[in-house]
């Protein structure tokens, strides 16, 4: 009997189970049921399989198409989508303050708001993220209209309701209190949906605008309801001058960020070019993520952050567009200035030297479309603490999909394919060259929320509209784990500015930590 919710595809599927291996499954019958992959078996044993699940059809992928895991984009600021690939002209704090404010407060309105947001969710989805983990804006009420727009539509989402109560602008602002009040309602909302794709997100803007009593307050709430966190460290020198100046005992963001109890294995910082290898080491033992942003850091990151370094260490790195700090959605691209990033560092490396000789140092930080894919799927998983959901394709995890056909050609694609190219390199090419025309197929759960041009699913799978519901509240789950023995390192006193100019693509190259400053000894061990 043909079992409820099934069906299989016969062909091939590209995955990275490992960080720079490409592995093909070559010619495979996947079988989904319930939106889970329930088996994956040779192509030839398609008849016992068809007749086992008691399916109607196997569906063959044709030649040239190819299925590979959805996307996870690590970093996105929804409402920032508005603007997106405009006011590209100032460094991070003016651009806060000309365009991304301005832009956030506008989605008070909630009739505009819902247009943008459903706009917003089918064009990340048509780029194939599957998964997004999005700041909202300031005030609850978008915040819900974004999360029902993620539910109707089908999409995986963490979602955050913003919070900053200082140094701020005027109408984009709110107090300590009624910050929290909010950020609990948003969780509170969120998990009332009892919808398995969607999950709230504590986020803490960033050091600048938030008070200590906000910034412990939200950790409280993460803590409470076991939810993820989200933020912004050590982004550039703007940035990190800033809390230097407002935190002078702290030595780092990730000082300050430990002090108010935001790190832990469910939280995500955004960029991190200029942490320090302690603070590096620090975060992966608190099981704390870094989204890298190649492109937005290329416009405000003053510095690169290094991902094989990172990964060396033992950080956890997924990969973000940071739209609209990056000006393009597609994860695709994301992935592409991920390996040019890298590649900068090495002629950098090469630069800083004087010679013409690339030593083998100045390779380890190249990486490849392999591993950038990696970054833009499994990295992401560990980073959204989903590595037993998605990423790749296992029997047990969720199906979440892009199925790839490279077989449009001339105008109608982005690329052409000549003969004799395999299917690795048409796959190649794909990574390489591919946009949304590529992605005819979109699954999230096992469930098709796109084809072709139809976004499939109609809004009935939504629950309540944000008007009327943002006041429910559901009972606390479990509280979360508790975090494991604070780590007791050495405060350094460093000069702030020197601190915030350095060039971290250049320094520390042996991995070793950053020398203390001789002038001012340490006055005060911190818990980081
Ligand atoms: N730091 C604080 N807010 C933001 C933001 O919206 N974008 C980026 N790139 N950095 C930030
Ligand atoms: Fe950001």
Redesign the pocket.
């Known amino acids: 009997m043909a079992a409820e919710n099934t069906f299989a595809f016969r062909g091939t599927y590209y995955h990275t189970p490992t960080y720079g291996s490409l592995d093909a499954l070559r010619d495979v019958v996947l079988i989904v049921q319930e939106g889970k992959i329930v088996r994956i078996a040779n192509g030839h044993e398609e008849t016992a399989v068809q007749a086992e699940f008691g399916l109607a059809e196997v569906r063959r992928l044709k030649a040239g198409q190819y299925f590979v895991p959805g996307f996870i984009d690590t970093h996105v600021?929804a409402p920032?989508y508005l603007f997106t690939g405009t006011g590209t002209d100032v460094p991070?704090m003016e651009w806060?303050r000309k365009y991304?404010f301005p832009a956030e407060c506008s989605f008070q309105d909630l009739e505009a708001a819902r247009h943008r947001y459903l706009l917003l969710v089918k064009r990340f989805l048509a780029n194939g993220t599957t998964t997004a983990m999005y700041?909202g804006s300031l005030h609850l009420q978008p915040n819900l209209v974004l999360v029902d727009s993620i539910e109707r539509l089908g999409q995986r989402g963490v979602v955050g309701k913003v919070n900053m109560d200082r140094l701020s602008s005027d109408d984009y602002i709110e107090n300590t209190a009624d910050g929290l009040r909010d950020a609990e309602k948003f969780v509170t909302y969120t998990m009332g949906k009892k919808c398995s794709r969607i999950q709230p997100c504590i986020t803490p803007?960033?050091i600048p605008?938030c008070t200590p009593e906000l910034m412990k307050g939200l950790a409280e709430i993460a803590q409470k309801y076991g939810c993820h966190i989200q933020s912004?460290i050590s982004?550039c020198c703007g940035?990190v001058n800033c809390v230097r100046e407002m935190h002078p005992e702290y030595a780092s963001d990730a000082a300050v960020f430990e002090e108010m109890g935001l790190l832990t294995s469910r939280t995500v910082m955004?960029?991190g070019t200029l942490l320090t290898d302690d603070d590096i080491r620090h975060l992966a033992r608190r099981g704390t993520a870094v989204s890298h942003?190649p492109l937005?850091n290329f416009m405000?990151g003053d510095a690169f952050f290094r991902v094989n370094h990172a990964l060396s260490l033992g950080l956890k790195v997924g990969l973000g567009t940071?739209v609209a700090?990056g000006i393009s959605p597609s994860m695709l691209f994301a992935q592409r200035m991920a390996v040019v990033n890298s590649r900068c560092i090495r002629a950098h490396k090469l630069a800083v030297s004087g010679g013409t000789t690339v030593t083998p140092e100045m390779e380890k930080d190249v990486i490849t479309f392999k591993e950038a894919l990696w970054l833009a799927t499994v990295g992401g998983a560990q980073a959204l603490d989903m590595a037993d959901i998605v990423g790749t394709f296992e029997v047990g995890k969720e199906f979440d999909a892009l199925l790839v056909d490279t077989n449009l050609s001339g105008t109608s694609g982005p690329f052409d394919v000549f003969e004799g190219e395999d299917d690795d390199q048409r796959f190649e090419k794909f990574i390489n060259l591919g946009d949304d025309r590529n992605l005819i197929e979109v699954y999230v759960q096992g469930v098709c929320v796109k084809r072709g041009d139809e976004f499939l699913l109609d809004g009935s799978n939504v629950t309540k509209s944000a008007e009327e519901d943002s006041d429910r509240v559901m009972s606390a789950p479990t509280p979360a784990e508790p975090e494991t023995a604070y780590v007791d390192l050495a405060h350094r006193a460093d000069s702030s500015d020197e601190a915030a100019s350095l060039d971290v693509g250049a320094a520390a190259e042996d991995g070793a930590p950053a020398p203390e400053s001789e002038s001012e000894p340490p006055t005060k061990r911190l818990r980081y």
Request: proline share 0%.
């Open positions: 600021h920032q991070l806060l991304t700041y803007r960033f605008t912004h982004e940035q955004a960029h942003c937005s405000f940071d700090g």
